[in-house]
């Protein structure tokens, strides 16, 4: 199993212990759930909601529904991020994982330890689907100051040191999206897919890399 696949299944196993064993902080991961999230076409888009709602949806596509959304919180001494988002898809264990790439993206074009991944700007992150994308991209067109009504001051609201989240739905509609901090802020930042031994799909996580894979 490839060091990514080792990671990622410790922490849907909940064995997170084995990541900080030498470490000289307090750390451990408390998961929190976000709520469902709308995928009417099943197609999924990751990225900075507030900057980027245009970015392209993934290649691979789910059955549309709505899915549980899950946050694993890196708590270091006083100090929380995220480090680690997940869509659930089923409630069976994934075997492996398979970097999510984009249309005109080739894995095989990639050196050993690159990855496509999407830019972060405003130190956000999120979920979506892509119709959701695009019906954001219009609406923050139509603003004035390029923004989301009421997403800001639901991530404000929601902060607790030091991070934010929120599930919106935009306004007049069943679409909605999951919003985050994205680990240490602004970045790029890849995300996997939760493949079985059937290669069906478990689930989907983003990795905002506050977990050091080169652990032994």
């Not at 470490?23 to 999924?44: A, C, M, R, Y």
């Not at 789910?62 to 549980?68: A, E, Q």
């Not at 050196?111 to 119709?131: A, I, R």
């Given at each position: 199993?490839?060091k990514?696949?080792?990671r990622?299944?410790?922490?849907?196993?909940?064995?997170?212990?084995?990541?900080?064993?030498?470490?000289?902080?307090?750390?451990?991961?408390?998961?929190?759930?976000?709520?469902e999230?709308?995928?009417?076409?099943?197609k999924?888009?990751?990225?900075?909601?507030?900057?980027?709602?245009?970015?392209?949806?993934?290649?691979?596509?789910?059955?549309?529904g709505?899915?549980?959304?899950?946050?694993?919180?890196?708590?270091?001494?006083?100090?929380k991020r995220?480090?680690?988002?997940?869509?659930?898809?089923?409630?069976?264990?994934?075997?492996?994982?398979?970097?999510?790439?984009?249309?005109?993206?080739?894995?095989?074009?990639?050196?050993?330890?690159?990855?496509?991944?999407?830019?972060?700007?405003?130190?956000?992150?999120?979920?979506?689907?892509?119709?959701?994308?695009?019906?954001l991209?219009?609406?923050m067109?139509?603003?004035?100051?390029?923004?989301?009504?009421?997403?800001?001051?639901?991530?404000?609201?929601?902060?607790v040191?030091?991070?934010?989240?929120?599930?919106y739905?935009?306004?007049?509609?069943e679409?909605?999206?999951?919003?985050?901090s994205?680990?240490?802020g602004?970045?790029?930042?890849?995300?996997y897919?939760g493949?079985d031994d059937?290669?069906?799909?478990?689930?989907?996580?983003t990795?905002?890399?506050?977990?050091?894979?080169?652990?032994?």
């Amino acid at each position: 199993m490839d060091k990514i696949s080792e990671r990622l299944l410790m922490l849907l196993k909940n064995d997170t212990e084995r990541f900080f064993v030498d470490s000289i902080f307090d750390e451990h991961i408390v998961i929190q759930e976000l709520g469902e999230l709308n995928l009417p076409t099943g197609k999924i888009v990751a990225c900075d909601p507030l900057v980027a709602p245009e970015t392209p949806p993934f290649s691979g596509q789910v059955k549309g529904g709505k899915y549980p959304v899950a946050l694993y919180i890196h708590c270091i001494d006083d100090d929380k991020r995220v480090g680690f988002a997940k869509l659930s898809f089923t409630e069976k264990l994934p075997s492996r994982f398979e970097l999510a790439v984009s249309e005109g993206q080739n894995l095989e074009e990639l050196d050993k330890g690159e990855f496509y991944g999407y830019g972060v700007d405003s130190g956000t992150g999120g979920f979506m689907d892509e119709k959701t994308a695009a019906s954001l991209a219009e609406l923050m067109d139509r603003s004035e100051d390029y923004c989301v009504p009421g997403l800001d001051e639901m991530l404000e609201d929601s902060y607790v040191y030091t991070y934010s989240t929120a599930n919106y739905t935009l306004p007049g509609t069943e679409l909605n999206l999951a919003a985050f901090s994205s680990g240490f802020g602004d970045g790029a930042y890849p995300t996997y897919w939760g493949l079985d031994d059937e290669d069906n799909v478990c689930c989907l996580i983003t990795d905002f890399q506050t977990v050091d894979y080169n652990l032994e």
